[in-house]
T-cell receptor, first 114, second 120 residues
Framework: QKEVEQDPGPLSVPEGAIVSLNCTYS??????FMWYRQYSRKGPELLMY????GNKEDGRFTAQVDKSSKYISLFIRDSQPSDSATYLC??????????????FGTGTSLTVIP | GAVVSQHPSRVICKSGTSVKIECRSL??????MFWYRQFPKQSLMLMAT?????????EQGVEKDKFLINHASLTLSTLTVTSAHPEDSSFYIC????????????????FGPGTRLTVL
């Protein structure tokens, strides 16, 4: 079983819609949960990170972690065409500067239609 | 499912030495692999695109002679940090593009778990 599972999509929504992106994982030791956005031919850009369970909000983006279900979500409100990209989840047992390895999902391709 | 491994997971070396990091696609063929560098709390910076059997394409600002990339087979790409210095200390991550999976063309990118390089 892979450490992290993510539906690759593609996902297509109209502008203004609420987008829900999800990942599931199997390692209960994961404590740090990240969401990246990647545009074509660019490196993944860190959007948000969460420690342990709970919600975190940043503008139109909300990250949720449910450790009991081993399930994380990223919600995008009032989606814009500029949100069209691939969204990757990533997880780690420890903080990134302590040498812990990262486990990425495969990414979900999102297109927001004007 | 597709898995990408990296070896070593962490390495500590002295300044001036060279370090080789391997990126392997374990159950699929990857004609294209990507090398990224991550600084703490920052995004992944694309360093280069590695194409099997040809020279790597480096992003602007990345020194080709310092970060040597070899993609000798469809399942292995290596990144060699030559004459490493403390400022090269970072987390290096590779990803592999699965060109063909189960007979279908797909453009999914699979990431390795990363290699922590510390240069003393």
């Amino acid at each position: 079983q892979k450490e992290v599972e993510q539906d690759p999509g593609p996902l297509s929504v109209p502008e203004g819609a609420i987008v829900s992106l999800n990942c599931t994982y199997s390692n209960s030791a994961f404590q740090y949960f990240m969401w990246y956005r990647q545009y074509s031919r660019k490196g993944p850009e860190l959007l948000m990170y969460t420690y342990s369970s709970g919600n975190k909000e940043d503008g139109r983006f909300t990250a949720q972690v449910d450790k009991s279900s081993k399930y994380i979500s990223l919600f995008i409100r009032d989606s814009q065409p500029s949100d069209s990209a691939t969204y990757l989840c990533a997880m780690s047992e420890g903080y990134w500067n302590t040498g812990n390895q990262f486990y990425f999902g495969t990414g979900t391709s999102l297109t927001v239609i004007p | 499912g597709a898995v990408v491994s990296q070896h070593p997971s962490r390495v500590i070396c002295k300044s001036g030495t060279s370090v080789k990091i391997e990126c392997r696609s374990l159950d699929f063929q990857a004609t294209t692999m990507f090398w990224y560098r991550q600084f703490p709390k920052q995004s992944l910076m694309l360093m280069a695109t590695s194409n099997e059997g040809s020279k790597a394409t480096y992003e602007q600002g990345v020194e080709k002679d310092k970060f040597l990339i070899n993609h000798a087979s469809l399942t292995l790409s290596t990144l060699t940090v030559t004459s490493a210095h403390p400022e090269d200390s970072s987390f290096y991550i590779c990803s592999a593009r699965d060109s063909i999976l189960a007979g279908r063309a797909t453009d999914t990118q699979y990431f390795g778990p990363g290699t922590r390089l510390t240069v003393l």
